[in-house]
């Protein structure tokens, strides 16, 4: 995959990867991935064998993933989070007014797109979800959004799954980010004691060099508090 470098009208920036322009035929989407907590674009073109171009290629379906705010080289996300809001809730709202308008405007003619659609991993859900509601309010569009894709993430919280990080997570109240260790990682995401196994080698081989610093503001909405507020504000309709 390519590596775009896309500026936005804030004069931040975001990066990640994409494919190569592809003859799409006429009403195709542009797949727009997001990433979960701890992780990078390189979660969809992990390994040859783990990637999304080879299915891009053989569908004709152009396909987008990004790094989102303040992971690897994109710009992190605005601070301070207003007081009435939440870290999830400002990163969708990010992604409504700046990322996604971007992609549109810079990708749509040159890959012969009709429309986009979000694919989101597990922490990137709470802010797919805030975009979403919002694109669906706005009478003049910035982007059309066709549809989302949410996966590794529930409507209701897992607390075995918060309960398996906890000792990892930094204790400090000053702390801005949080290292998992990889086999936390592959024991809650990929089933790595299950027997038989549930996923290949090259997945957990691949661990190691997906991992990354998670935001504590972004676990802590996505893990607790998003819970308690999303249906209420952006589940009405």
Known sequence: MESPLLPLSNKAIVTGLRTPPLPSPAGTPLIV?????????????????????????????PFVSLNRPGYLDSTALPTPIPQNSTYCQEEGKYLHHEILPAIWKAYSEEHGVSSIVILAHSLSAPMTIVAAALNALEDRKSYPLAGIILSGFGTSLNHDTVTLMHPYLPTAPDATHAVLPTFVKSEIMLCSQADPPLCDKDSLAA?????????????????STWATYWRERYARN
């Open 33 to 61: 991935a997001l990433h979960g907590g701890t992780y990078s674009a390189h979660y969809y073109d992990a390994t040859p064998s783990n990637s999304a171009l080879p299915y891009s290629k053989f569908l004709n379906v």
């Open 207 to 223: 661990s190691e060099s997906l991992n990354t610093a998670v935001g504590m503001a972004e676990f802590a909405d996505g893990c």
